[in-house]
């Protein structure tokens, strides 16, 4: 069965350093997701991407965050100079797109960790 | 705005025993509502989902969920546990497939722990 995958799966970085979390949705889906769940905490929606671009983004996608599809396979998340806030488990989600019906396959998450 | 309400953050049952996970949302117009399981480590899994129709859906690993509107909740249930069951449950809404790209607004979750 196809499956989202991400990588890597856990990354640990210093504060107000960038990083880029990696993403290969499904082949053929066509809308792209972002979420985060911080420890402890729900899962949270960051942003949507549709057509190579955004599509809605939460109030936690601020500035320091972008998204891009740079090739016709990878679906990127970078975040420019992270904080400690930032810490976090980071899901990339991807949604066929065909009918109302579709739901969203999420990958098994990235950790970050910010020192 | 959208809204999920998961009152139980930990439930402990024993294996064999029936369960029942609440959940109840707050959603404009016609809400998608989903289950979604997260083992240890491991992504979200799709249990079931709602969108139409008959209010009692089935999904996999025998769980089943019934929407109902008038009290708008969306409770999962199962009928006998199995120690594999042991993991974090998560309620969330959609919107369909509408210009925000169906997003998903999440519970905080619930905490099944299965005693042997």
């Known amino acids: 069965e196809p499956e989202v995958t991400q990588t890597p799966s856990h990354q640990v970085t210093q504060m107000g350093q960038e990083v880029i979390l990696r993403c290969v949705p499904i082949?053929?889906?066509?809308?792209f997701y972002w979420y985060r769940q911080i420890l402890g905490q729900k899962v949270e929606f960051l942003v949507s991407?549709?057509?190579?671009?955004?599509?809605?983004k939460s109030e936690i996608f601020d500035d320091q965050f972008s998204v891009e599809r740079p090739d016709g396979s990878n679906f990127t998340l970078k975040i420019r100079s992270t904080k400690l806030e930032d810490s976090a488990m980071y899901f990339c989600?991807?949604?066929?797109?065909?009918?109302?019906?579709?739901?969203?396959?999420f990958g098994p998450g990235t950790r970050l960790t910010v020192l | 705005a959208q809204s999920v309400t998961q009152p139980d953050i930990h439930i402990t049952v024993s294996e064999g025993a029936s369960l029942e996970l609440r959940c109840n949302y707050s959603y404009g117009a016609t809400p998608y509502l989903f289950w979604y399981v997260q083992s240890p480590g491991q992504g979200l899994q799709l249990l079931l989902k709602?969108?139409?129709?008959?209010?009692l859906v089935q999904g996999i690993k025998g769980f089943e969920a019934e929407f109902k509107r008038s009290q708008s909740s969306f409770n999962l249930r199962k009928p006998s546990v199995h120690w594999s069951d042991a993991a974090e449950y998560f309620c969330?809404?959609?919107?369909?497939?509408?210009?925000?790209?169906?997003?998903?607004?999440f519970g905080t979750g619930t905490q099944l722990k299965v005693e042997l």
């Open positions: 991407f549709y057509n190579n671009e955004i599509s809605e």
């Open positions: 082949s053929n889906h066509l809308y």
């Open positions: 709602y969108f139409s129709g008959d209010t």
């Open positions: 969330a809404v959609g919107g369909g497939l509408t210009g925000g790209g169906n997003k998903l607004t």
């Open positions: 989600a991807s949604l066929l797109l065909a009918q109302v019906t579709d739901t969203q396959y």
